[in-house]
């Protein structure tokens, strides 16, 4: 696939290799050939092994788990492509890592997400495209360009084969916008929020629910899952209140310990998350966790980008 002269390659380190080969298969083409490996101390190496010069390159790694591993990887591969002389080098980050630290919420704290922007600028991005950032503004941390997607596409066709007219609860007023975009989209669907004050980290408290949701099927909306405490408790919540059937969708299904033990014991009957980050072993045996694919909707991206197409579309 070329444009302007300028063949598009497709690259990915070790973190999600099922979702890059996805979506080089929804983009027709063969994956590009690399090495990434491991000095005995742990120190990152790896080796772009065939010709990219002149090319516009594009390198998939979620930062997930184990976070700093696969970050640094990025950062060593990106700086790989530059010296190999890539015509234009895009960071693809299906879930971008350290975006929950995108201010300062005490004194003497780090900003670590606009940190991570400063580091993959200077390995050499020329721009990013990742997918439902924790805080939109994050995007502003960046001195290069950012394209910022949405999985709520992926994820509407799900919610309506399961629950079409069901109520979209918010977890928090921070996932209010990304709640209401989502009704909105559905058939303008009832909103419910969920007023929670957080305590400390990992740790929160729901107090009560506004909105409707008596007798009603819920869907819950949120970006991130980890350890499933908000989710979870907002489940109880919207029980206390009368609510029949209760799914979520999250976009990144990060899963750290205790999440599946209280997903298990929840009142939630169906979790659907997307393949941004893969599931450990562990966690594929649950009867209540569904995956769909965002390897299409990457691929479409991808596409305009390489020939400098609109893709605001794709920004719900």
């Given amino acids: 696939m070329e444009s302007g002269g300028k063949a598009l390659k497709v690259f990915t380190g070790s973190s999600n290799p099922v979702l890059a080969n996805g979506i080089c298969e929804a983009l027709g083409q063969p994956l590009g050939r690399m090495e990434v490996s491991r000095f005995k101390d742990g120190e990152v190496s790896c080796q772009i092994l065939e010709n990219v010069r002149g090319t516009d390159a594009f390198v998939m790694q979620s930062t997930c788990y184990p976070v700093n591993d696969n970050l640094m990887e990025l950062l060593v591969m990106l700086d790989a492509f530059k010296r190999a002389s890539v015509a234009r080098l895009t960071a693809v980050i299906p879930y ?8 300062k919420h005490g004194p003497r704290v780090p900003i670590s997400a606009k940190l991570v922007a400063d580091l993959l600028h200077a390995a050499g991005a020329d721009r990013v495209l990742t997918m439902d950032l924790h805080a939109n503004q994050i995007q502003g941390f960046f001195d290069i ?16 084969e399961i629950a079409a007219d069901s109520v979209i609860v918010a977890p928090d007023a921070g996932g209010v916008e990304r709640a209401r975009a989502v009704a909105k989209k559905l058939n303008n669907n009832s909103l419910a929020i969920v007023d929670k004050r957080r305590e400390r980290a990992n740790v929160s408290k729901v107090m009560n629910i506004i909105g409707k949701v008596e007798g009603r099927d819920c869907f819950i909306i949120d970006d991130i899952l980890d350890t499933a405490g908000t989710m979870t408790q907002t489940a109880e919540a919207l029980k206390q209140e009368g609510a029949n059937r209760i799914f979520a969708a999250c976009v990144h299904p990060v899963l750290s310990d205790p999440a599946m033990e209280r997903i298990e014991n929840s009142h939630i009957d169906k979790v659907v998350v997307t393949d941004s980050i893969p599931l450990r072993p562990e966690h594929k045996q649950s009867k209540k966790l569904e995956v769909v694919s965002v390897a299409e909707m990457l691929a479409e991206a991808i596409k305009r980008i390489h020939f400098e197409s609109s893709i605001s579309s794709l920004f719900i």
């Fill in 96 to 103: 971008f890592g350290y975006a929950r630290q995108d201010r």
């Fill in 145 to 160: 360009p950012v394209d910022h997607l949405y999985a709520a596409w992926v994820l509407l066709d799900r919610i309506r």
